[in-house]
């Protein structure tokens, strides 16, 4: 058996690296060079420099990396044994979405899992909002999540407060597809396994981390991890958003890679920042998910914070 | 220059407009103004002016360049003494001016906290804004991130214009990121994981794990066993130094090797190297834990560095273990593989520096090995994601093919083996063919009577070790059993004078003795045959490692043979409580326990189906508790057909050797493999022996007055008493047994008289100062315990009561597979009325069966809170526990 996981491991978290940077030496080690990592791991220092253009610190990055092969060999054992699944990005269970939305740039080298895996190639669609979303909002989020479940579509979000939680909750309540994509390491996710035991283990709920498996929670990870929501998702719900934050950002960075971006735009109010993403190419819907049409005026929009 | 300026911001507006933008979003006035300043009319040069990237220049730049190429023309500059400097240049010049490396943390703590939501000038107002500002905005921050009056207090006098080019400078030195855009975001590099990881191996210390190999590529041999003389010892045997040649070289090797070869100084004497030479250790899975205390002791009396960890040390113990080998302060550390389960050792883990790792008894990883353990898989799984080029030792005496392949495709083609020879030439084998038990202990009592030295006998049961050790002591010899369920201090003690030779005999079932290394086990009788031949080797192979003559012997018969094979077959739970099992733990963690309880399993049971769905990938096991495995395979049903189809045929070539009739040594070479040999010359076989039974009648007798005496105790403890339990015989396979059974299942009347003298004389011998003889009332109906006690009493001249009743219906015990769940079912279900009768009295309480002692439980916990002063109990039979 040629189990390269270590190694995929290894090379998924070296510190301070780019994400591309990352994707791109798996690629060229495994797609241009026809060589397995375990393989390249035995490179040596001349060998990295001139043939992979390693810089001096990327030289010390990698002996650290080598350095801790054995000790990651337990971690790997731990993960297998409890049920998680690491997913390296060229392998057939890594969702496609994924590269398709990110590319190499972006994509994470390394996934875990713990659920499903086929859920995972399903058709999904992220449903995203504040943390504090007002109750219409939240009830539109349950509309959608329902519809979800009827179309068989997988609901992404990422477990934060707010619409996060309502769109996964109402999710399983309607039997649909979730998947979780955590703002933390898979292994420090243990009340939250407990909690969806049932529904990941008959389906329906698959978690996802891209982080080190014993990363805590933190701001910025979860900032990272929203890339990923958006990442998985072909389709892009937002039940609520200000004109700032990550919500926003990862709404104008859909409309941007032209994705279908959907708003919920209840109270034809064009100050609200729904109007200021319809604006931007966002389409409207109304509260059950249906499209709505909105005259949109020419007038720029200023935005103090960004005045230079 | 004014027109320009007017052209260009004209322009902006106009793109502002029709992109529904702000125009700073275009291009901001700092872009203005060294457009102006710099004239740029290639897009080569347009790339030097600030803020221009390769988005602006595809979308903008020809309209730019266009524009300042017809105002250069139209004024007719001459743009050859204006040289645009490089935006590299650029931002040096400006960093000189005004950067502060001070509050470089600061600024990346917050770009971290927004990573990609926000572009420069957003950052900085974050940082410069009023409070109120980002308050609103930025609440999150604010409040969780101490944004403390130092913070604040820290960036009051920057300007925005410091914080602004300090933001540029860490973008140049690629510690944060601009992302391409119209509204560029700033994010750190990637999540800098340095800062979240909790464990992190620090770069500087770490030297490389294979330093040792690397660094010390002297493969001399006379140089490694002058550092051998330091262990104690000359010379490295030839196949030790094969093998530490290869791991030296970072290899995997299999060493199969007979036992009391030397092994173990393989890898400890590589051990030890490399903690020389890089402060690394090596792990060393081992499954008994007699043979992990044996081990670490003798290499602590030679001064080196070697621990282990086990379930019966201490927590504090085992930590402070880890925390050593965690500060490079062991070079060897033993542990059960077991303890791959272990938080705290998965804690400690990440941070060791790592030499090797061996398996030692490797056959266990395999599943054709005897004693394959559910916790060995965990090792395969760990092994088979090490680096390769990392030095692994497997370790065993016996190894037939298939385990090898087994063990070969766990660790990989490359693996190297290594084996040597399994003749022994000291040992001389014989088998014994006989009809039943009694011919047995006829054969113990001849052959040890004969023998000098000190031996072990195995059995196949635990109850059968008591009452070997019971018939030898009753001939005088010197006895102890030993056998898994005895408590950890009484096995120690056990294994402390085995080593001394107090006893001249320990019964035991196979839990004692591999990988022991003790010299002078002059001899190993088997009572029963064991699963293969393999298990057989392993066994046999403790006596004689000094050399020595030693004699080992097979008390064999075709009873035997039925017996194993009934094993076998029943070896498991039906296979529709497999399936019900996993629908439940699909649907809810479950102990051992609550899925004993819930589908009605005894213990032996429950373990048995857990390791199979452990085994089969179903379930995984955390600590106590077993959950299932989401991404579990179908149950594997035709595997255990298969598994029992090789078992059979394993014990098929069992029964050939105890029936063979050429040599038995090339026998079980051969069937190991080992195609080397010639016929021993010294084996029954090879000396033609014939056996017969002198003496039989004599000896019988002897046994049928043991028999008479015979019983077996086991102490309970209720409500901090203790009570001793003694019952006459074990239930099953026993005369007695089968007696019992008859008399209750079968109507065969009243319990004969026999059990009744049998019974006196044990409480005579017992137990004493008996005031009243209470007997247990029967579940559905029938006398017969009463009129058991009442005989036993009236021979006693004790008196007896009938007061103990029942107050209710209670289930039969035997319908419950766990003791809660018959603690349970008698729960307040007994009752004695004159108290009197009882108060401040030695009772002896009398029953036919016992089983978990349940029964015997709740009754002596009622009387005892009800004045009695002691209790005792007798039982006819008692069904065996642990090792059916
Ligand atoms: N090179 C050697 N020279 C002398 N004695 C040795 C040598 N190697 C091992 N021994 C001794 O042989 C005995 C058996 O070793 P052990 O490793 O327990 O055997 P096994 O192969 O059964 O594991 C030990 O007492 C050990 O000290
Ligand atoms: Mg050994
Ligand atoms: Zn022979």
Redesign the pocket.
């Known amino acids: 058996m040629d189990n390269e996981y270590i190694y995929r491991i290894a090379v998924a978290h070296m510190p301070h690296w780019t994400q591309e940077r990352k994707n791109l030496l798996v690629i060229d080690v495994l797609h241009k060079r026809k060589m397995s990592l375990r393989d390249f791991f035995e490179s040596d220092e001349n060998t990295l420099k001139n043939e992979f253009n390693f810089e001096e610190k990327e030289l010390t990055d990698f002996k650290n990396a080598k350095d801790s092969l054995p000790n990651l060999s337990f971690q790997v054992e731990k993960l297998i044994n409890e049920g998680y699944k690491i997913i390296p990005i060229n392998s057939d269970l890594y969702p496609k979405i994924m590269k398709e939305n990110l590319k190499v740039k972006y994509s994470p080298t390394i996934i875990y899992t713990k659920g499903d895996v086929n859920i995972l190639q399903e058709n999904a669609v992220a449903i995203v909002g504040s943390r504090d979303a007002d109750e219409n909002s939240l009830k539109f989020t349950d509309n959608i999540a329902k519809k979800m479940a009827d179309e068989y579509k997988v609901v992404v979000s990422g477990f934060a407060k707010g619409v996060d939680k309502q769109a996964l909750d109402s999710s399983i309540k309607y039997n649909g597809n979730s998947i979780i994509v955590l703002p933390q390491g898979i292994l420090t996710f243990d009340s939250g396994f407990k909690k969806y035991y049932n529904q990941i283990n008959n389906g329906g709920v698959i978690v996802l981390s891209t982080f080190p498996v014993d990363a805590g929670w933190s701001t910025g990870l979860a900032m990272a991890r929203n890339r990923y929501i958006y990442g998985l998702a072909k389709e892009i719900y937002v039940a609520q958003t200000n004109t700032s934050g990550g919500t926003w950002s990862g709404a104008i960075d859909g409309i941007k890679r032209q994705r279908d971006v959907f708003v919920y735009y209840p109270e034809h109010n064009t100050k609200s920042p729904a109007y200021e993403l319809i604006k931007k190419g966002a389409i409207p819907i109304d509260f059950n998910g249906e499209r709505i049409n909105v005259e949109i005026s020419q007038k720029p929009i200023q935005l103090s914070m960004f005045k230079s | 220059m004014e027109n320009l300026y007017k052209q260009l911001t004209t322009y902006r507006l106009n793109v502002a407009q029709k992109e529904n933008l702000p125009a700073y979003c275009i291009f901001d006035n700092n872009s203005i103004d060294e457009i102006i300043k710099y004239l740029p009319t290639t897009l080569d040069e347009l790339n030097n002016i600030r803020g221009f990237k390769e988005q602006r220049i595809n979308k903008y730049g020809q309209d730019i360049v266009k524009i300042v190429t017809e105002y250069v023309e139209h004024n007719n500059i001459d743009k050859s003494n204006i040289h645009i400097p490089a935006k590299k240049e650029k931002r040096e010049k400006r960093k000189e001016e005004t950067i502060d490396t001070e509050i470089e943390e600061i600024i990346v703590d917050c770009i971290k906290n927004f990573n990609g939501e926000f572009g420069k000038s957003g950052i900085v107002k974050i940082l410069k804004g009023s409070d109120s500002v980002r308050k609103d905005y930025y609440k999150e921050l604010y409040y969780k991130n101490a944004i403390n009056s130092r913070f604040w207090g820290y960036l009051k006098d920057r300007t925005g214009s410091v914080i602004g080019n300090t933001i540029e400078k860490l973008i140049d030195e690629n510690k944060i990121l601009q992302t391409d855009g119209i509204r560029p975001a700033l994010r750190i590099s990637d999540v800098d994981y340095s800062k979240i990881k909790t464990k992190k191996i620090e770069a500087t210390e770490s030297i490389d794990i294979n330093a040792a190999a690397y660094t010390d590529k002297n493969m001399n041999r006379d140089y490694h066993e002058k550092l051998?003389s330091k262990m104690?010892?000359?010379?490295?045997?030839d196949n030790?130094w094969n093998v530490i040649e290869k791991l030296l070289n970072n290899q995997r090797v299999l060493i199969i090797?007979?036992?009391?070869?030397?092994?173990?100084?393989?890898y400890?004497y590589v051990a030890n190297l490399f903690y020389e030479q890089s402060k690394a250790l090596a792990i060393v899975f081992s499954p008994l834990l007699s043979l992990m205390r044996d081990?670490v002791n003798?290499l602590k009396a030679k001064g080196l560095r070697a621990e282990c960890i086990t379930g019966e040390q201490t927590e504090e113990e085992n930590v402070k273990i880890l925390e050593n080998a965690v500060n490079g302060k062991i070079a060897i550390l033993y542990i059960s593989p077991e303890r791959l389960e272990n938080e705290i050792w998965l804690k400690y883990i990440p941070e060791i520096k790592l030499s090797m790792v061996v398996i030692?008894e490797a056959h266990c990883i395999s599943q054709w090995g005897h004693d394959f353990r559910p916790s060995y898989r965990r090792i395969l799984n760990l092994v088979n994601n090490l680096p390769s080029k990392f030095p692994i030792l497997a370790?065993t005496?016996t190894a037939t093919s298939k385990v090898i392949e087994d063990i070969k495709i766990q660790l990989g083609d490359e693996l190297e083996i290594i084996r040597g020879s399994l003749y022994r030439d000291n040992l001389q084998l014989h088998c014994i063919t006989c009809n039943n038990l009694n011919e047995k202990m006829y054969w113990i009592i001849r052959i040890i009577n004969n023998l000098k030295g000190n031996g072990i006998i195995y059995c196949g049961k635990r109850a059968d070790t008591v009452l070997i050790s019971e018939w030898l002591q009753y001939n005088g010899i010197k006895s102890a059993y030993y056998h898994g369920g005895l408590n950890k201090d009484l096995r120690l003690k056990i294994e402390q004078s085995f080593f001394e030779n107090e006893y001249k005999v320990i019964v035991s079932t196979n839990a004692l003795g591999m990988?022991?290394?003790k010299?002078d086990i002059r001899y190993i009788i088997h009572m029963q045959i064991p699963e293969n031949p393999m298990s057989y080797y392993q066994e046999i192979?403790r006596a004689g490692?000094d050399g020595k003559l030693s004699q080992i012997i097979l008390l064999y018969s075709h009873k035997d043979k039925e017996l194993s094979e009934f094993f076998i077959e029943n070896c498991r739970p039906n296979i529709k409580k497999y399936r019900y099992a996993i629908q439940k733990i699909k649907n809810k963690p479950y102990s051992k326990l609550n899925l004993a309880n819930e589908l009605y399993l005894s213990d032996n049971d429950a373990d048995t189906m857990l390791n199979d769905l452990f085994d089969q990938n179903i379930i995984i096991k955390k600590g106590s508790v077993y959950e299932y495995n989401p991404n579990a395979p179908q149950l594997d049903e035709d595997y255990f057909i298969w598994q029992k189809q090789q078992k059979l045929k394993e014990l098929g070539k069992m029964v050939k050797y105890a029936e063979y009739s050429q040599c038995r040594m090339k026998y079980l070479c051969n069937y190991l493999e080992d195609e080397s040999i010639q016929a021993c010359g010294i084996c029954d076989n090879c000396k033609k022996y014939k056996f017969n039974m002198d003496n039989f009648q004599k000896i019988k007798n002897k046994i049928d007055d043991f028999y008479s005496q015979f019983s077996i105790a086991d102490n309970l403890y209720v409500n901090g008493n203790e009570i001793e339990v003694r019952s006459l015989s074990y239930y099953g396979d026993t005369e007695i047994g089968q007696i019992v059974h008859n008399c209750k299942y079968e109507n065969a009347g009243n319990f004969p008289d026999g059990l009744v003298l049998k019974s006196v004389k044990i409480i005579k011998k017992y137990f004493k100062n008996i005031d009243l003889i209470l007997y247990v009332p029967p579940t559905v109906s029938g006398g017969l315990v009463e009129n058991f006690a009442h005989r036993i009493a009236k021979m006693l001249n004790i008196s007896v009561s009938d007061g103990l009743v029942k107050t209710r219906n209670t289930e039969s015990q035997k319908m419950f597979k766990s003791k809660r769940k018959k603690l349970e079912n008698l729960k307040n279900a007994f009752f004695f009325k004159e108290k009197g009768e009882i108060n401040n009295k030695n009772i002896l309480l009398i029953d036919d069966i016992t089983d978990s002692n349940a029964t015997i439980e709740v009754i002596s916990e009622y009387l005892l809170n009800n004045g009695v002063k002691t209790v005792s109990v007798l039982t006819i039979a008692r069904t065996v526990k642990g090792d059916e």
């Not at chain 2, 104690?232 to 045997?237: A, I, N, R, S």
């Not at chain 2, 090797?257 to 393989?266: A, H, I, M, P, Q």
């Open positions: 051998l104690g010892y000359e010379k490295f045997y030790q090797e007979k036992t009391g070869f030397g092994k173990s100084l393989c400890q081990q003798g030692d370790v005496a990988g022991v290394d010299k192979g490692r």
